[in-house]
């Protein structure tokens, strides 16, 4: 039966990853892998021999109607990325609907993600949340800040270290200095840390303390900032 697995891969610790990723990883025709080169570090470790194609968002478009005509003849594939799950602020989106539509069975493996452990850690309200992602680096940011600091829920975002304090900034502009706010650093390596503080406070923190590696920041919603105050 033409298959596609999505399989999240770790996004620190290498113990994260599931039994029934290893096996699936190792049970396919071949794994589209984001960068292979990183995969191939993942598949050393597990002694996972199975062969890799390039899957990214620079080929996706022109890649896709090959790989789903393959599955159709009977081959099955797993996709990864670099680490987490495909779809989530990574590519997988344009190949998955394209096996939907052509018929194609795609299955979801449970795993690691970098948003859901940094907002149930950050101590905000986690019962409903806005997953944003990245943030337009230029055309609209301004305008999507406004329109987030409307909603009454968490929002989450992913960061790169060098736009940390720039955002963080910006947020602050528009939500108000005091409002609260987590960041959360190399989630599940060696140096994860949680800074908890007001948007103003964390400015403060990583304009003196230059912020290295993977980050997502998690901001409370102007509806729990309102209750509190009430």
């Not at 620079?58 to 990325?81: D, P, Q, Y």
């Not at 495909?86 to 299955?107: H, K, N």
């Not at 055309?139 to 304090?165: M, N």
């Not at 650093?185 to 400015?203: M, P, Q």
Request: charged share 25%; hydrophobic share 40%; proline share 6%.
């Amino acid at each position: 039966m033409p298959q596609l697995f999505v399989v999240p891969t770790p996004v620190g610790n290498l113990e994260d990853i599931t039994l029934r990723a290893i096996r699936i990883l190792k049970e396919v025709d071949i794994i589209l892998a984001e960068d292979t080169r990183v995969t191939a570090k993942l598949l050393k470790h597990f002694e996972i021999a199975t062969p890799m194609l390039a899957h990214h968002q620079f080929n996706e478009h022109k890649s896709v109607s090959h790989l789903v005509c393959r599955m159709e003849l009977g081959e099955t594939m797993a996709l990864v990325t670099d680490a987490g799950t495909p779809g989530i602020s990574d590519p997988g989106f344009l190949l998955i609907r394209a096996c939907v539509a052509s018929g194609v069975e795609v299955s979801c493996l449970p795993g690691a993600t970098a948003f859901v452990p940094a907002l149930v850690s950050s101590a905000l309200p986690c019962d409903r949340f806005h997953f944003e992602g990245f943030l337009p680096h230029k055309k609209g940011r301004q305008s999507r800040i406004e329109k987030l600091a409307q909603l009454d829920h968490t929002i989450v975002f992913y960061e790169s270290p060098f736009r940390l304090v720039k955002t963080l900034a910006q947020l602050a502009e528009v939500f108000g200095n005091a409002h609260r706010a987590c960041v959360c650093r190399e989630i599940s390596k060696i140096y994860e840390e949680s800074r908890r503080g007001t948007l103003e406070e964390l400015v403060v923190w990583y304009t003196e303390n230059p912020p290295k590696g993977e980050i997502v920041l998690v901001v409370e919603g102007m509806g729990s900032a309102g209750k509190e105050k009430n």
